[in-house]
């Protein structure tokens, strides 16, 4: 142990309190006090590793110091020093949050091995947090990115519902990245920790999500063993109608058959389902139970297409040859050339048409630079506009710049047609005009940024539910 970790000893007697402080000085920095009411100073000014309390002192109890730096300071623990009449005190502080608790009277080793434990607890614990920290930034910086302001509207919405326990249903088409937001949704959540089990719903059967009460039964199911963690259900139009009822009374009841006994268990683990379908026509064509889609469509995620991106593919594609990169030490670069046939391209395979595409120009290249030769047929060849006369490619070029453009305004503005006519310096009735020419006339509300309930006073308008 270092001497920079600090100790904050509390106790009504001073002996008592000078004691300890020798006992640990040769370890620890010490702070001592023997007024109750001085602790969360003391704990704010020292940051202190472990605060060490007396239970029972005049004015304030050891509990009530718990649950005052436990509110302020969740992860520094804290130890009870308890006489034998107390004792029985002192377990149920432990069982409130206490670290754990020492007995009058307590040797200079029961001491030491005490704190150093709680040290070492709040070191593992910050240090996990940090390894938390870093994992989500690694997966928010290298695999789940982009600066479209659409993309950055589904990443401002993972971190807001996050922490809550609802039920997400992401939809998108194949390849948009369903599964790196179900994933992002468990890093971010209090779960993060848990583990993250996804499961295509096309080789799910009913007994793999439990069997009914009296059915034989063999090994633990899905939902048993994703138990204080995520659970994400790709394809869930896939499922047939028999699991989709298991599916539905599990979360209605909340509560799930355990695998080799007639028993049940709480269900503890958030579902997130994903679709590259539209789920109402489902419903309507009975193909989805009406009243499982309405359970499992809490809160909505929609994943843009990459067309709708496309200043995110330069970020995407260095990405992925940075990763490439980090396995064979091969370090490229892309050329623009190669960058405009990647953005004239319709990518109806998305990101991950986009990946395999720069894996294969990866595998072609020659050099250290991925050129337009590299890339498949498909994509050279989706740039028709060297055909056209100017006017033409003109015309072409001004009608998807203008629709961007549109989006973009309209996506800053949260979707509000007044304050994007004065932002961009357009008339009301001019930006109507090109609204309707690009299609996203009475559209506004898909670009409204998601909102706790509360209506924008000013212009009026209202959350979408």
């Not at 519902?161 to 890093?187: F, W, Y």
């Not at 319709?346 to 290249?365: T, Y």
Request: proline letters at 3%; charged letters at 30%.
């Amino acid at each position: 142990m270092s001497n920079n970790e600090t100790v904050l000893l509390v106790d009504d007697e001073p002996a008592l309190l000078e004691s300890c402080r020798r006992i640990l000085e040769s370890e620890f920095k010490c702070v001592t006090t023997t007024n109750p009411n001085d602790v969360m100073a003391l704990v704010r000014e020292h940051n202190p590793s472990v605060v060490v309390t007396d239970y029972l002192m005049p004015g304030k109890n050891g509990v009530e110091l718990l649950n005052e730096v436990s509110a302020e300071f969740p992860d520094i623990p804290v130890v009870m020093i308890s006489a034998y009449a107390t004792v029985e005190g002192v377990v149920d502080a432990v069982k409130k949050g206490a670290f754990d608790y020492l007995t009058k009277p307590f040797s200079a080793d029961q001491l030491l091995i005490t704190v150093r434990r709680s040290v070492e607890r709040l070191r593992l614990a910050r240090e996990n947090a940090g390894l938390k920290e870093k994992i989500q930034d690694d997966f928010f910086n290298r695999d789940f990115v982009g600066k479209h302001p659409k993309f950055l509207k589904v990443v401002e919405t993972i971190k807001k519902i996050a922490d809550t326990e609802s039920n997400v249903l992401i939809e998108g088409e194949t390849g948009t990245g369903k599964e790196l937001a179900a994933r992002a949704i468990h890093l971010k959540s209090k779960r993060g920790e848990g583990p993250f089990v996804a499961i295509d719903c096309e080789t799910l059967t009913e007994r793999m999500l439990g069997a009914s009460a009296g059915a034989e039964t063999t090994g633990k199911n899905i939902l048993e063993s994703v138990n204080g963690g995520t659970i994400y259900l790709k394809q869930i139009e896939s499922l047939d109608m028999g699991s989709q009822a298991r599916l539905l009374g599990v979360l209605q009841e909340g509560k799930v058959r355990l695998g080799d006994e007639l028993k049940w268990a709480s269900f503890n683990a958030r579902v997130i389902t994903s679709t590259s379908s539209d789920l109402r026509i489902a419903v309507d064509e009975k193909k989805l139970r009406e009243n499982l889609y309405y359970c499992i469509n809490v809160i909505n995620i929609s994943i843009p297409p990459l067309r709708e991106r496309l200043e995110d593919i330069g970020i995407l594609a260095d990405n992925f040859i940075k990763i490439r990169a980090a396995c064979n030490s091969r370090v490229m670069t892309l050329s623009s050339g190669a960058l405009g046939r990647l953005m004239e391209y319709n990518w109806p395979g998305n990101v991950r048409e986009l990946k395999n595409v720069i894996d294969s120009a990866i595998s072609l290249a020659e050099g250290d630079t991925l050129l337009i030769k590299h890339l498949p047929e498909k994509v050279i060849n989706a740039n028709r506009t060297f055909s056209l006369s100017f006017k033409e490619a003109k015309q072409k070029w001004m009608k998807g710049f203008e629709k961007t453009y549109l989006e973009n305004l309209l996506l800053k503005n949260n979707g509000n047609i007044t304050r994007a006519s004065e932002d961009s310096g357009i008339t009301r009735m001019s930006l109507y005009r090109m609204l309707k020419r690009t299609g996203l006339a009475n559209r506004q509300s898909l670009f409204k940024r998601p909102v706790s309930g509360k209506s924008d006073r000013k212009t009026g308008d209202r959350p979408g539910k």
